[in-house]
Structure formats: structure tokens, C-alpha cells
Nanobody, 114 residues
């Protein structure tokens, strides 16, 4: 599976951004897709994920502000980020769990200014 992520950039606190992740196969064949983020340091934080059946998971830090959704006709999963905070600043990485492996897109940088 190849993943192409886009949509990062600069936003002010309280603003919005939308990330996109296009998969090279039908997203209905993918067990789970979603987004991690990483600030300087070794660990990545799960931000949001969606199963093939449509179930969603959000981190407590973004719950109520971020929404993950998909367009099956475009093989694309989106992350709508509203009410952004400076602490949301990070590299965001799309992932897909498929065929007992995890695949990653390239990171897209989100910077939120106060």
C-alpha cells in the first residue's frame, strides 16, 4: 500500500486545517487507517483512526476538535482539524494497517501559531 499525505501548513490558534491521505488501494480493504503525530522526540502519538467498518478512535487531546472521515470513491481518509492549538504543532503521519503490516505516508507538517 502506498499512502500520499497532504494538507499541512501554518494556521493560527483557533483556526482549521484539513489533512488528506490517499491510498493506492481501496480503503475498504484496509483494516485501519488514520493519523499519528510526532513532535521532536522518539514517540509518535495516535491522533485518530478509522476502521474499515467505520469505527473511529480519537486521542483525548483532540477529541471534539478533530474529525476523521473518508471518501471511499477517492480512496482517501481526511483529518479535519478545528480549533487548533499551538500544542497541535507536529509532523502528522498517515498510516494504514493492511495484510499484517503497517504502512506509512510521508509526514506533513502542521504549525499552529499563538
Amino acid at each position: 500500500v502506498q499512502l500520499q499525505a497532504s494538507g499541512g501548513g501554518l494556521a493560527q490558534a483557533g483556526g482549521s486545517l484539513r489533512l488528506s491521505c490517499v491510498a493506492s488501494i481501496s480503503i475498504l480493504r484496509i483494516g485501519v487507517m488514520g493519523w499519528y503525530r510526532q513532535t521532536p522526540g522518539p514517540q509518535r502519538e495516535l491522533v485518530a483512526s478509522m476502521s474499515a467498518g467505520g469505527s473511529t478512535v480519537y486521542s483525548d487531546a483532540v477529541k471534539g476538535r478533530f474529525t476523521i472521515f473518508r471518501d471511499r470513491t477517492k480512496n482517501t481518509v481526511y483529518l479535519q482539524m478545528n480549533r487548533l492549538k499551538p500544542e497541535d504543532t507536529a509532523g502528522y503521519y498517515c498510516f494504514a494497517d493492511w495484510d499484517r503490516s503497517t504502512y506509512w505516508g510521508q509526514g506533513t507538517l502542521v504549525t499552529v501559531s499563538s
